[in-house]
């Protein structure tokens, strides 16, 4: 099976890039573009900045300690998309390990001196996981055994030891490591990192030691903290972990915390970290829109935490939120022509950003796509996941066929072939073509916000509530299985705890996130209260846009924004609350009280024209 994440046991088997093909769509076009276009533009911008000469042994050496990671990614990504420079940038990687399979540009000279900082073990993660990709999506070659040195080292090394990294990665490495070989050292070797953070594993330092996870052993901890990534890392690993020990404490634990951030710390667009400072998660209900750090990377890891919890239960509130995750984290992030990326993920961005082009950008939350960043794990993270995709789509139990995220695509799964038609986001209707039959369930994800679906096959039709639906029967080709999910665009609204969006609304449409978008002479958006009635709808290029009202509100003149009083009486007008009159006319000078459209669009389609302003949560009139 050529996927990324293999269990052994639990209650669904992941189906592969080998049984699941994607089809032009929405996903399909951005795995097509992912192999076209942003793989090679990462190798470009390596080669730029010296990160692949490093491997030379050119100097100066060049980039971040940990830069050498972004090329494991990179050829993690080449690996399950059979890219053609894979074997060149293998070699080069392979002729930079020295002896005991130690390999890193930074450190070779003053090894393991580091532990909080340096990242040795989490490039080892990286450049293992490249290996396992490249050991089953094409077999053993030079790669492969590179990665296995490299983990034969790490258990020689750590194995007696109480140390740690602190950037968990290497974990969830090494038990796919072990999945893919049967080693078992490379399983014990990440218990053992699993067990020994929280004790603690690392020293002290001025972030505090929950920004490593460092702080409770993960067993007693209740919540992620701290750095997100990093957070998200270990939990994935922890997972694994779980799952190959029969470690159900484990296992409940991580879910606990799981279940704790979704509900507390983690963003409509299903982002999660709210702090620039340490790319950390905030306080339960921290969840500033403006200050929005939601890192790409930490997207990604949300997704494959989500994914791992998802295969052991096989409980669709995982895939809920792994869906959500990639249509408005994953998505968002590359530009449409894949050249350019969000770092950070803000879901409001106050002034129109400065442009950009062509240079490396040493920001990472300045809301506006760079080619490339000094610190630039988003765009490799970004390769490996899209190159990889498709493994995510569907699962099995037994001869039981699941299907989590929709997309055109040809999926096989123990002598049953189906053809999946749809135009999901934009369309609720799937359908599936059987063209190979057997007998056997097919079970479809019914999203959490569908309410109304329906399932249609055999001549009837019947109601499908949130959670799963199944279709039984013996397969015969030609038969047809039809999911509706009512696509209508909703007003949501936070929980009154999140004091940095009280007041005000979003507006999502199936799996989007909807963004009030603003360039050039368009309406400020600063000066904009929604009306929450149902938006209109339109269809752009193929894309669904929506239409809200809205009304103008004046713009500060007082020479203090701040007012005595305990609000207006009945029948008073609250200033800056002002009621909606007249649209205003083409060419006409916007005016307090008067009338907008507010032109909705994708959350993950915003920055696209150029700088601009933009808001997710509106303020109410």
Same mark, same amino acid.
């Given at each position: 099976?050529?996927?990324?994440?293999?269990?052994?046991?639990?209650?669904?088997?992941?189906?592969?890039?080998?049984?699941?093909?994607?089809?032009?769509?929405?996903?399909?076009?951005?795995?097509?573009?992912?192999?076209?276009?942003?793989?090679?533009?990462?190798?470009?911008?390596?080669?730029?900045?010296?990160?692949?000469?490093?491997?030379?042994?050119?100097?100066?050496?060049?980039?971040?300690?940990?830069?050498?990671?972004?090329?494991?990614?990179?050829?993690?990504?080449?690996?399950?998309?059979?890219?053609?420079?894979?074997?060149?940038?293998?070699?080069?990687?392979?002729?930079?390990?020295?002896?005991?399979?130690?390999?890193?540009?930074?450190?070779?000279?003053?090894?393991?001196?580091?532990?909080?900082?340096?990242?040795?073990?989490?490039?080892?993660?990286?450049?293992?996981?490249?290996?396992?990709?490249? #050991?089953? $999506?094409?077999? /053993?070659?030079?790669?492969? !055994? =590179? &990665? @296995? %040195?490299?983990?034969?080292?790490?258990?020689?090394?750590?194995?007696?030891?109480?140390?740690?990294?602190?950037?968990?990665?290497?974990?969830?490495?090494?038990?796919?490591?072990?999945?893919?070989?049967?080693?078992?050292?490379?399983?014990?070797?990440?218990?053992?990192?699993?067990?020994?953070?929280?004790?603690?594993?690392?020293?002290?330092?001025?972030?505090?030691?929950?920004?490593?996870?460092?702080?409770?052993?993960?067993?007693?901890?209740?919540?992620?903290?701290?750095?997100?990534?990093?957070?998200?890392?270990?939990?994935?690993?922890?997972?694994?972990?779980?799952?190959?020990?029969?470690?159900?404490?484990? #296992?409940? $634990?991580?879910? /606990?915390?799981?279940?704790? !951030? =979704? &509900? @507390? %710390?983690?963003?409509?667009?299903?982002?999660?970290?709210?702090?620039?400072?340490?790319?950390?998660?905030?306080?339960?209900?921290?969840?500033?829109?403006?200050?929005?750090?939601?890192?790409?990377?930490?997207?990604?890891?949300?997704?494959?935490?989500?994914?791992?919890?998802?295969?052991?239960?096989?409980?669709?509130?995982?895939?809920?939120?792994?869906?959500?995750?990639?249509?408005?984290?994953?998505?968002?992030?590359?530009?449409?022509?894949?050249?350019?990326?969000?770092?950070?993920?803000?879901?409001?961005?106050?002034?129109?950003?400065?442009?950009?082009?062509?240079?490396?950008?040493?920001?990472?939350?300045?809301?506006?796509?760079?080619?490339?960043?000094?610190?630039?794990?988003?765009?490799?993270?970004?390769?490996?996941?899209?190159?990889?995709?498709?493994?995510?789509?569907?699962?099995?139990?037994?001869?039981?066929?699941?299907?989590?995220?929709?997309?055109?695509?040809?999926?096989?799964?123990?002598?049953?072939?189906?053809?999946?038609?749809?135009?999901?986001?934009?369309?609720?209707?799937?359908?599936?073509?059987?063209?190979?039959?057997?007998?056997?369930?097919?079970?479809?994800?019914?999203?959490?916000?569908?309410?109304?679906?329906?399932?249609?096959?055999?001549?009837?039709?019947?109601?499908?509530?949130?959670?799963?639906?199944?279709?039984?029967?013996?397969?015969?080709?030609?038969?047809?299985?039809?999911?509706?999910?009512?696509?209508?665009?909703?007003?949501?609204?936070?929980?009154?705890?999140?004091?940095?969006?009280?007041?005000?609304?979003?507006?999502?449409?199936?799996?989007?996130?909807?963004?009030?978008?603003?360039?050039?002479?368009?309406?400020?958006?600063?000066?904009?209260?929604?009306?929450?009635?149902?938006?209109?709808?339109?269809?752009?290029?193929?894309?669904?846009?929506?239409?809200?009202?809205?009304?103008?509100?004046?713009?500060?003149?007082?020479?203090?924004?701040?007012?005595?009083?305990?609000?207006?009486?009945?029948?008073?007008?609250?200033?800056?609350?002002?009621?909606?009159?007249?649209?205003?006319?083409?060419?006409?000078?916007?005016?307090?009280?008067?009338?907008?459209?507010?032109?909705?669009?994708?959350?993950?389609?915003?920055?696209?024209?150029?700088?601009?302003?933009?808001?997710?949560?509106?303020?109410?009139?």
């Amino acid at each position: 099976m050529v996927s990324p994440v293999i269990p052994s046991t639990g209650v669904l088997s992941p189906l592969g890039l080998d049984t699941v093909r994607l089809a032009p769509g929405f996903w399909g076009d951005r795995v097509d573009l992912n192999r076209e276009v942003v793989i090679d533009h990462c190798l470009e911008w390596m080669e730029r900045e010296g990160w692949i000469g490093n491997f030379r042994g050119e100097r100066p050496r060049r980039g971040r300690e940990f830069s050498d990671s972004e090329a494991y990614k990179l050829l993690e990504g080449m690996a399950w998309a059979g890219h053609p420079g894979l074997p060149e940038l293998a070699a080069t990687v392979a002729a930079a390990q020295e002896g005991d399979g130690y390999l890193n540009t930074r450190w070779n000279s003053e090894r393991y001196s580091d532990f909080e900082w340096g990242h040795e073990l989490y490039c080892y993660g990286h450049l293992i996981q490249a290996g396992v990709a490249r #050991l089953r $999506a094409h077999g /053993e070659d030079e790669l492969t !055994t =590179v &990665a @296995r %040195r490299a983990a034969d080292h790490v258990c020689d090394r750590f194995m007696e030891t109480a140390e740690t990294c602190g950037h968990p990665e290497v974990e969830m490495a090494l038990v796919e490591l072990y999945r893919a070989t049967g080693t078992g050292r490379y399983l014990e070797m990440a218990r053992r990192f699993v067990e020994r953070r929280g004790l603690p594993a690392l020293g002290p330092i001025h972030l505090g030691r929950a920004y490593f996870q460092d702080d409770l052993p993960v067993r007693r901890a209740r919540v992620l903290r701290g750095h997100a990534v990093r957070a998200l890392y270990l939990a994935s690993g922890a997972v694994d972990v779980a799952v190959e020990t029969g470690d159900d404490e484990l #296992l409940h $634990a991580i879910e /606990e915390q799981w279940e704790n !951030t =979704v &509900a @507390r %710390r983690t963003y409509l667009t299903g982002g999660m970290g709210s702090r620039h400072t340490d790319e950390a998660f905030g306080e339960d209900f921290e969840l500033p829109a403006d200050r929005a750090y939601s890192e790409t990377c930490a997207g990604i890891a949300s997704i494959m935490l989500s994914h791992r919890l998802l295969l052991a239960t096989g409980r669709a509130r995982y895939a809920d939120l792994a869906e959500r995750t990639m249509y408005n984290v994953l998505a968002t992030s590359p530009a449409l022509d894949g050249r350019s990326f969000f770092y950070a993920n803000p879901l409001h961005m106050r002034i129109p950003p400065e442009p950009r082009e062509g240079v490396v950008d040493h920001t990472s939350g300045a809301g506006l796509r760079s080619s490339w960043y000094d610190v630039s794990c988003c765009p490799n993270n970004i390769a490996r996941t899209l190159a990889s995709l498709p493994a995510y789509l569907a699962a099995a139990d037994g001869d039981a066929l699941h299907i989590h995220h929709y997309a055109p695509a040809e999926i096989r799964h123990r002598g049953l072939a189906l053809r999946l038609e749809t135009d999901y986001p934009w369309s609720g209707t799937v359908t599936a073509h059987v063209v190979e039959g057997r007998p056997g369930r097919i079970v479809l994800r019914v999203p959490s916000w569908a309410e109304g679906a329906t399932l249609t096959h055999g001549g009837t039709t019947r109601p499908a509530g949130p959670g799963h639906v199944t279709a039984e029967a013996d397969w015969r080709p030609g038969d047809r299985i039809r999911l509706d999910l009512p696509m209508r665009s909703r007003w949501t609204f936070p929980d009154r705890r999140v004091d940095a969006v009280r007041g005000c609304a979003a507006v999502e449409r199936g799996p989007l996130v909807y963004c009030a978008e603003s360039v050039g002479d368009e309406p400020p958006l600063a000066l904009v209260k929604a009306l929450p009635e149902p938006p209109a709808e339109r269809t752009e290029d193929g894309v669904v846009e929506l239409e809200a009202r809205a009304c103008l509100v004046a713009p500060a003149d007082a020479v203090w924004p701040y007012r005595a009083g305990q609000g207006a009486a009945p029948g008073q007008e609250v200033p800056g609350q002002e009621a909606p009159g007249q649209e205003v006319a083409a060419g006409q000078e916007p005016v307090a009280g008067q009338e907008v459209t507010l032109r909705m669009i994708p959350y993950h389609r915003w920055g696209n024209r150029g700088p601009s302003s933009m808001r997710v949560w509106l303020p109410l009139a």
